[in-house]
């Protein structure tokens, strides 16, 4: 089955910039979507098709995606960013939603 | 603008089938091409899928549950449900249910993403 894989934590002082990765085979062809999942509320959706942002998500949000990797980027990282981020993706071969492990982001 | 609202028991005894069903409000579930989800994180774990329905009937599962799992639309209520069956300790979770969208690219992948989300419930498994 498809698997995409994140790192369990990072960790970014207020003001810098926070990558989060997410990987898996020919990700970048799957258009990945992230959200954001804040302690005690539902997931928010704040990447969609790559690179997308919807309505109401701040510009410091972004989102590339190349070869086998999948990069939420958050500028200016704020206090009330600190949040697990998940990515997730199409498995075609099973025709089911696919989530990464999910990223603790840390702003400290 | 279109909310979800899940509810269903709290609490469920180890191998009876777990019930839930999911409101659309603020428009029609019939409208647009969207679908219609659920999801589950159990206590200290990630989300995990656990399948979909388009209001046509056509159903998607995550392999892992899918010879338990029923998912149905009833558009005349504006509502889908959830049916897992056998449910164990290890269906403890909260249940979210979401809207999706989903679109076939040139190139033969497909995309999907879930844009609104209800508040969750939380579902206990236990005698």
């Known amino acids: 089955s498809y698997e995409l894989t994140q790192p369990p934590s990072v960790s970014v002082s207020p003001g810098q910039t926070a990558s989060i990765t997410c990987s898996g085979d020919?990700?970048?062809?799957?258009?990945a979507c992230w959200y954001q999942r804040k302690t005690g509320q539902s997931p928010v959706l704040v990447i969609y098709?790559?690179?997308k942002r919807p309505s109401g998500i701040p510009e410091r949000f972004s989102g590339s995606n190349s070869g086998n990797t999948a990069t939420l980027t958050i500028s200016g990282t704020q206090a009330m960013d600190e949040a697990d981020y998940y990515c997730q993706a199409w498995d075609s071969s099973t025709a089911a939603v696919v989530f990464g492990g999910g990223t603790k982001l840390t702003v400290l | 603008q279109v909310q979800l609202q899940e509810s269903g028991p709290g609490l469920v005894k180890p191998s009876q089938t777990l019930s839930l069903t999911c409101t659309v409000s603020g428009g029609s579930i019939s409208s647009g091409t969207y679908y219609w989800s659920w999801i589950r994180q159990p206590a200290g774990k990630g989300l995990e899928w656990i399948g979909r329905i388009y209001t046509s009937g056509s159903t998607n599962y995550n392999p892992s549950l899918k010879s338990r799992v029923t998912i149905s639309v009833d558009t005349s209520k504006n509502q889908f449900s959830l049916k897992l069956s056998s449910v164990t300790a290890a269906d403890t979770a909260v249940y979210y249910c979401?809207?999706?969208?989903?679109?076939?690219?040139?190139?033969?992948?497909?995309?999907?993403?879930?844009?609104?989300w209800g508040k969750g419930t939380t579902v206990t498994v236990s005698s």
């Open positions: 098709q790559g690179t």
């Open positions: 020919k990700l970048g062809d799957k258009y």
């Open positions: 979401a809207r999706g969208r989903g679109q076939q690219l040139g190139s033969g992948y497909y995309y999907s993403y879930m844009d609104v």
